[in-house]
């Protein structure tokens, strides 16, 4: 069965749509509406939708818009769009979008049914697509480990469709009736030095290495199984699995193990982490859930603890009931915390000392940062990876606008981002800070560089250029784009320089030249208008008006009678 989604800011259309639909043909069960694109995406990303109706003239988010953001969100998703209006570039768009069919207002009632029936038609092919992808990745050997790993990971992320793959499900030992779940998460801390030091710099078999220790490491009554987590590299999900028992079970015993693995990873590999379950849960279609929770509960470490906070192991929600040995409390809970400090607040401050190159004054920025970060009772590993990667964007886009080729900064990415030979690990908040000041100098570094190829600005060039081409429609991206500066730098520079703005020092310059040429009786004043660069005669005379407190007229008239 079908789930469609209708979003139309008229509400007679979407009840047209309801009453002319041939839902039982087309296997549709669930009608869905929302009156504006907000509401639609919201519920596009609430719930599992197969075919989406789009009107192309919203309040909000446009049809377009909405389109685009499908394109690049939901690019399996068909969309047939209605319009009152048989505009080029809604029926461009749509195309572009690759929608089922493009309806025009008002609905018709075989139109509006052929175009489902061929949105149907395409989703039964994909599913059928789907089925023997799978049988033939089955044909072909596709380990089982793999198949486990792709079928949790969809769990995860909300994104598995159990409709024909129950056999899939039986394959993995998933999907019994009395099972329960839950989720662990490990987050290596030091992931690039053990790689180094152990695995030759393979991150891959470090993975490898922790994976098959949690997997050997569970006993009969509880299963687990441990994979890397493909989005964030210095992260391990490990699912639990037990076929017999309770929820505070599954709690109790998950939790011991990830001890064991917490020491064994410590003395056999030299890895420090920090580990988070999430609350057991009896359906799989749950895990999403714990595994958020158990995310969550990771990122609470706080740094500025003792030196032994990365030994921590964090519960994300209490479970049932207690089961023995269980600790009582618990540390994953949210706690009130002042407001993180923000380095974007510091971002003016940060880019003047960018754009001069000046080192020292973007550590002192960057130690202030850090002082009032410190100053609060906690500082935890979330707030720490999303400094991070503000810094990181922050100091990429700054970089970008002072005309630093793409090629040599690092690549953007959450996890995938390395540069400048030195490692991103931090678990501490002495290592988080050495981490952001090594970033700060490998920026320094190459926008300095930058300068170097590019040649020193000197705001007298721009100075020098007004004086002989004052008539000309002045663009400050001249130089902006002959030195890779910032509009903002050096208007700033010139200021610094010269005392006024270069829109100031440029009208000074033909107001001066106005009053010379003024003086001469045989140029009327719509050609000095026009020789200043002026095309409006009434315009120069407000601007001359405005700087001398006089017109042209009266100032001629005036230099005349002396």
Same mark, same amino acid.
């Given at each position: 069965?079908?789930?469609?989604?209708?979003?139309?800011? !008229?509400?007679?259309?979407?009840?047209?749509?309801?009453?002319? @639909?041939?839902?039982?043909? *087309? +296997?549709?069960?669930?009608?869905? !509406?929302?009156?504006? @694109?907000?509401?639609?995406?919201?519920?596009?990303? #609430? #719930?599992?939708?197969? *075919?989406?109706? /789009?009107?192309?003239?919203?309040? +909000?988010?446009? %049809?377009?818009?909405?389109?685009?953001?499908?394109?690049?969100?939901?690019?399996?998703?068909?969309?047939? /769009?209605?319009? %009152?209006?048989?505009?080029?570039?809604?029926?461009?768009? $749509?195309?572009?979008?690759?929608?089922?069919?493009?309806?025009?207002?008002? /609905?018709?009632? %075989? !139109?509006?049914? #052929?175009?489902?029936?061929?949105?149907?038609? #395409?989703?039964?092919?994909?599913?059928?697509?789907?089925?023997?992808?799978?049988?033939? +990745?089955?044909?072909?050997?596709?380990?089982?480990?793999?198949?486990?790993?792709?079928?949790? *990971?969809?769990?995860?992320?909300?994104?598995?469709?159990?409709? %024909?793959?129950?056999?899939?499900?039986?394959?993995? +030992?998933?999907?019994? $009736?009395?099972?329960?779940? @839950?989720?662990? /998460?490990?987050?290596?801390?030091? *992931?690039?030095?053990?790689?180094?030091?152990?695995?030759?710099g393979e991150i891959g078999l470090l993975h490898f290495a922790v994976s098959n220790m949690v997997n050997n490491a569970s006993g009969p009554g509880l299963q687990s199984f441990c994979f890397a987590n493909p989005r964030q590299m210095r992260e391990m999900i490990t699912v639990f699995n037990m076929e017999k028992g309770t929820e505070a079970d599954l709690a109790f015993q998950s939790e011991l193990l990830l001890k064991q693995i917490h020491a064994a990873l410590r003395d056999l590999l030299g890895i420090r982490s920090v580990m988070g379950v999430g609350r057991p849960c009896r359906d799989m279609f749950h895990m999403a859930d714990a595994f958020e929770a158990a995310k969550a509960a990771v990122l609470q470490m706080n740094f500025q603890q003792a030196a032994g906070a990365a030994n921590a192991i964090f519960t994300s929600a209490p479970v049932p009931t207690s089961a023995p040995g269980t600790s009582s409390g618990s540390p994953g809970r949210t706690e009130q915390t002042p407001e993180v400090p923000s380095l974007i607040s510091r971002l003016p401050l940060l880019r003047s000392a960018l754009e001069a190159g000046n080192l020292n004054q973007a550590k002192t920025v960057l130690a202030d940062f850090l002082r009032a970060l410190g100053e609060r009772k906690s500082c935890r590993l979330g707030d720490a990876d999303r400094a991070v990667q503000d810094f990181h964007l922050l100091l990429r886009d700054t970089a970008l606008s002072l005309g630093v080729s793409p090629d040599k900064l690092p690549r953007e990415g959450e996890e995938k981002f390395s540069f400048g030979g030195f490692s991103r690990d931090y678990s501490n908040f002495t290592e988080f800070g050495e981490l952001l000041e090594r970033m700060l100098e490998y920026y320094v570094g190459v926008i300095r560089g930058q300068a170097g190829v590019q040649g020193r600005f000197d705001a007298e060039d721009i100075k020098a250029y007004i004086d002989t081409h004052y008539f000309e429609d002045f663009k400050i991206s001249l130089f902006t784009e002959k030195y890779y500066l910032s509009r903002e730098y050096l208007m700033k520079r010139f200021k610094q320089q010269f005392g006024c703005g270069i829109h100031e020092y440029t009208q000074k310059v033909r107001m001066e030249k106005a009053k010379e040429m003024l003086g001469d009786p045989s140029l009327k004043i719509q050609e000095i208008s026009e020789m200043l660069g002026y095309r409006d005669k009434n315009y120069f005379s407000k601007a001359f008006r405005n700087y001398y407190r006089m017109s042209p007229t009266e100032f001629r008239l005036f230099s005349s009678s002396k």
């Open positions: 069965m079908y789930k469609v989604l209708i979003i139309d800011d !008229e509400e007679p259309l979407r009840e047209a749509i309801r009453i002319l @639909g041939e839902w039982d043909s *087309l +296997g549709v069960d669930t009608i869905l !509406e929302a009156e504006d @694109g907000e509401s639609g995406l919201l519920l596009l990303r #609430q #719930q599992q939708v197969d *075919l989406v109706m /789009v009107d192309m003239k919203m309040p +909000g988010i446009s %049809g377009p818009e909405l389109l685009q953001i499908l394109e690049q969100d939901f690019p399996d998703l068909p969309s047939i /769009v209605i319009s %009152g209006y048989n505009d080029f570039e809604f029926t461009r768009q $749509a195309i572009k979008s690759k929608s089922v069919d493009y309806l025009l207002k008002p /609905v018709n009632r %075989g !139109e509006l049914n #052929q175009a489902m029936h061929k949105a149907v038609e #395409q989703l039964e092919a994909r599913r059928r697509s789907e089925n023997d992808n799978i049988n033939r +990745g089955i044909r072909l050997n596709m380990s089982l480990p793999k198949l486990k790993e792709n079928i949790y *990971l969809s769990l995860l992320d909300r994104t598995f469709h159990p409709a %024909g793959k129950q056999d899939l499900l039986a394959m993995i +030992g998933a999907g019994k $009736a009395d099972s329960i779940y @839950g989720v662990g /998460v490990i987050r290596i801390l030091n *992931l690039d030095e053990t790689a180094n030091s152990r695995f030759h």
